[in-house]
Every structure is written in C-alpha cells, then in structure tokens.
C-alpha cells in the first residue's frame, strides 16, 4: 500500500474530503461549504505532503486573522513554521530581507474616524484604482513624520522590494476574502514550480466594504488554469438549518451557489418570531438565556446582529437583571456577524431581521443586496442545534418595520410572539 493511502486510511474523510488530500493538481481550487471541515482537510494535506518527504520549509500556509493562523499552527503541531496573515508574512521577510526600521500604525493613536481609515485602506488594496479619498494624503504625511506604516503598507512594500522567496506549496484559506492587493502578493510568491491550493466560499464572501472581491477565486481559476474540487456536506449543523441556509442563498447568482448537504438530522425547526416592539424581543430572548443556563450551562450560545444599535435595548434590559447578568455575560456570545465568521455555536439567537436592518438600509442595490444576503447565510450557519430568528414591527422610536426579505426567501415559518400572560 501506498504512503498517501496509508497516511489518509487511518482518519475518517469523507469521499470529497480525502480527493482534496490526496490530489496532486498544480493549481487548484476548494469551494467548500460552512462547516464542511475545510480547515481540517488543509492541515492533513499538509501532514501528507510532510509524511512523503517534502521539506517543510517548502510549505507556506496562509490565513486571514492571526488567530486562525495560531489555530492552524497548532493544528499542524508545529509541523511547519511558515503559518502567516499575509501581513504577518510581509512584514517577516521585510525584516529578514531589508532595512526595515518602522513601526505600525495603530489606528487609535491619531484622529482619523474608522470610516476615513477604511476608506484609505480600501484605496490601497484596490492598487490605487479607486478614488482616493479626501484624507489620504494628510493620512500619510502623519505616517511619513512619525516613521510609521500601517498593515496595507507591508504588502505594498513587499511588492516593491526585489525579494524571492519561491515555495514548492502555498495554501491559502478564506481564499473569497482576497482583496487585489494581496492577490498580487500571492502571484509574486508563485514560480514555475509552485503548486497553489486555495480553499473558499463565494457564499460566505461578507468583506466587500474592507475591498475583498470572491470574484478572485473566478481570476485565480482562469489564470492559471485552476481544477475545482468541491466540499458539500455541511457536518455543523441541522438539517432543518441546511434547509432554510439553502434556500437563502440561493437567491444569489447560480454560478457560485454550492448547496450543501446535511449530515446531521435534527427534529428542531428553525424558529421565526415576530415581535411587537424591542421591550417584547429582550424579555423573550432574557428568558430564553436564563431557560439554556438552568438546563444546560454547557451549551455554547450566540446573540448575533448586523451592528452594534440593534442589540443596545437587549443589552440594555440583560444589565437591569440582578440574578442571571453576571452568568449571562460570562457564557452567553454576543456578536455581529462578521465578528462570528469562523465561529459555532449550539444555539444561535439571531435578532434585527428587519428590512433596513439586514439587508442593511444602505445596500439596496442588487450588488451590495447579494453581500447582505451572504452576510444573513454566514450568521445562520454558525448555529449547530438550534436557530431563532427574530424581528419587531416598532421600534423605540415608534417608526414601523417590515420582516426581511430574507425570511420570505429562507422560506422559514414566522409566528407572532405570545406572552405568557
């Protein structure tokens, strides 16, 4: 027997997952679905390709949060050290390679607003083909006087500098959240010898404001020429959430739609509740925190949200409480969507499912409509057991909402809330 099927026998992959391991494509891409065990399957590709003799050194993994690349280090246990963010890469070889005597920038030291940063950023990351914004070149005075750069700047500085370093394997994870800056960094790092593995989801593409662009994953195929391998089965969650996930996102474009299929059957709907005002949502949703702790303080559960205001009157209400607060605030998550990108939880409550609220009063063009939905997607697939949706038709204000789309679409049942008189 083989040393490739010796080394992939002993785990349990499915079908699709030991393809992905054991190929030797030159170029390839993964769309693999939420919860699919993407990471999983780029760490025994690694393990495999070091079980046959390949140095290493020769093997660069790249992430998108230094976190995620802690997890995978570990994950490898050590078996190779070159684990980065594309920053953290950039600024490794620079400091190995170069004169490179800067401190970064951090964006609290100075008064720049978090939407001029951002701006600024996108600027940079797009190559400069975006307008620049008003605040630029006063941005980078400050940088230039105070001996400064910021983490965009690494990778510009990395391309313009005449390193080369040339890996036989690049991995790069969360490959829909490239943005054109560090595409071109990733292209810099590929010699005739490289073999690319890319691992993503178009569907789960929700950076679009920070300059990530899925339709990379579409250049990177055509470029080079690029196999596509597929990860289907969604081993996270409950049939009944695959259910109406898939049925969400299917309203986005065809051609980058992967349905994903359930392993886990499950008997729990998936709840939609409709709430006559805020007061009735953070009494519902507090007693239902309170109920998970009693039962069961071992489950992991989530709050999610597309900002921040939306959760304020939940927030509010849980910190009058005496008797649950501090327990609450110790075991319950609560989060905006994108702050639970690469997360899970038993039990997710995902509260503002209201038009302007998500989809976003802002993004009603049929593009950034698309982004919105793949936002809704992301926070549904974060939840394993059980998933409660939750909007209001009045607000604190008194103005009037409408449910979202996006129920209508999931084709989720929604059911007005009854006290407990």
């Known amino acids: 027997m083989s040393p490739i099927i010796r080394w992939v026998i002993k785990m349990n992959f499915s079908e699709e997952q030991r ?58 246990e050590n078996r190779t050290n070159d684990v980065y963010t ?45 307008r620049k914004p008003n605040s630029y070149n006063k941005y980078q005075m400050v940088l230039k006087s105070k001996h400064l750069k910021d983490f965009d700047d690494l990778l510009i500085d990395y391309l313009k500098s005449h390193i080369s370093k040339n890996y036989s394997y690049l991995f790069i994870d969360e490959f829909q959240d490239t943005n054109e800056l560090q595409y071109k960094v990733l292209k810099k790092l590929i010699s005739c010898h490289t073999k690319v593995f890319a691992v993503g989801d178009p569907n789960q593409s929700i950076y679009r404001f920070r300059g990530s662009n899925y339709k990379i994953i579409h250049q990177f195929v055509h470029e080079y020429k690029a196999s596509v391998l597929t990860l289907s089965t969604n081993y ?53 925190l309170i109920s998970i702790i009693q039962k069961n303080s071992n489950l992991t559960t989530a709050i999610l949200y597309r900002n921040h205001k939306r959760a304020f009157h939940l927030k509010n209400h849980l910190y009058e409480l005496d008797d649950y607060r501090l327990q609450i605030e110790d075991t319950i998550h609560f989060l905006t969507i994108h702050q639970s990108k690469g997360l899970e939880f038993d039990v997710v409550v995902m509260i503002g499912l209201e038009q302007g609220e998500l989809p976003s009063l802002n993004d009603n063009q049929m593009i950034e409509l698309e982004e919105e ?22 607000d604190d204000q008194r103005h009037i909402h409408t449910p979202s789309v996006f129920l209508k679409e999931s084709h989720v049942k929604t059911h007005d809330y009854m006290p407990i008189k």
């Open 236 to 288: 996270r969650s409950t049939k009944p959430i695959v259910h109406i996930a898939n049925q969400l996102i299917i309203n986005n474009p065809k051609r980058d739609y992967l349905s994903m299929n359930p392993s886990i059957d499950g008997n729990e709907d998936v709840e939609s509740i409709s709430f006559y005002n805020l007061e009735q949502e953070s009494l519902y949703v507090t007693d239902l």
């Open 373 to 394: 939905r793949r936002l809704c997607f992301v926070g549904m697939t974060r939840a394993k057991k059980k998933l409660i949706l939750t909007h209001v038709r009045l």
């Open 19 to 76: 393809k992905a391991i054991n190929s030797d494509e030159p170029f390839l891409f993964l769309q693999a679905c939420a919860g699919s065990g993407k990471t999983r399957v780029i760490v025994e590709k690694v393990k495999r390709l070091i079980f046959e003799g390949v140095n290493p050194e020769d093997i660069l993994c790249i992430t998108f949060t230094k976190k995620a690349s802690i997890e995978m280090a570990e994950r490898l």
């Open 86 to 130: 594309f920053h953290q890469f950039c600024l490794n070889e620079l400091k190995k390679n170069t004169v490179y005597p800067y401190d970064i920038f951090e964006p609290d030291d100075f008064s720049f607003s978090p939407y001029e940063l951002l701006m600024i950023s996108r600027y940079k990351n797009s190559l400069y083909r975006i």
